[in-house]
């Protein structure tokens, strides 16, 4: 999925603390943190390679732990289509610094209370080894181009 904005309740932000001017200023605009261009550009980059590539935005939860099934079901309620336990930090982060950013996230499982089975760190690892040629091709296919 491209991601087009996420969505983050969770604590601490990792620019908590004393600012290094350096990195950038210290309150970011939040707006435009995944690249237009960069978008346009994985998606076409996407329909060329006949992958399937959604959009959306992604809801960020601290781990180590699955999410329940009301969490999920309040996911959606606030207006999330895949959520994760990583990515959120590390783009607060280059926004700071004043990178620009494609976001993207390889789904790899339906959320708790989807489907009516257990989810497994295992099935995570076997979809994602699944999708480890077309989603590698896509990402170079963009570096190549970028």
Sequence with gaps: MALNDFIKLSFPNP?????????????????????RDYLTLIKKIAAEQSTTLREGVYFYATGPQYETPAEIRAFRLLGGDVVGMSTVQECICAVHAGMRILGISLVTNMAAGVLDKPLTEQEVLDEAEKARERFSGLLMAFLNRV
């Design 15 to 35: 620019l908590i603390g004393k600012n290094l001017p350096e990195f950038g200023p210290r309150f970011q605009d939040m707006s435009y943190v995944f690249d």
